[in-house]
């Protein structure tokens, strides 16, 4: 199982950033799948999560209306676009399938993540 995180940057307050991950060693089709961030000296957190076939979102409440989760079953792919970008939202942010038969709810691998900064 891997993850392969991509599109974070610097931005500042305000702006916006569509994260990718690129999945591959399961079936991405039968997974929902969940974005987590980690911001330095905090627990990893869920952010967002996304269910098999895309119909059905759920968001933590400080992101709510300012990111979208979704995803392309075709290409194994979830994206995280994120609008109105808060200093808070700095983290390093991961995806992962979410199974609750696993410890967890995760696959046990993660990826390396991708940078969110958001400064002036």
């Known amino acids: 199982v891997q993850f392969v995180e991509s599109g974070g940057g610097l931005v500042q307050p305000g702006g916006s950033l569509r994260l990718s991950c690129v999945t591959s060693?399961?079936?991405?089709?039968?997974?929902?799948m969940s974005w987590y961030r980690q911001a330095p000296g905090k627990e990893r957190e869920l952010v967002a999560r996304?269910?098999?076939?895309?119909?059905?979102?759920s968001y933590h409440d400080s992101v709510q209306g300012r990111f979208t989760i979704s995803r392309d079953n075709g290409k194994k792919t979830v994206y995280l676009q994120m609008n109105n970008l808060k200093t808070e939202d700095t983290a390093v942010y991961y995806c992962?399938?979410?199974?609750?038969?696993?410890?967890?709810?995760?696959?046990?691998?993660w990826g390396q993540g991708t940078q969110v900064t958001v400064s002036s």
């Open positions: 992962n399938l979410y199974d609750p038969a696993r410890v967890g709810n995760t696959a046990t691998s």
């Open positions: 996304i269910i098999s076939n895309g119909y059905r979102k």
């Open positions: 060693g399961f079936i991405f089709s039968n997974y929902a």
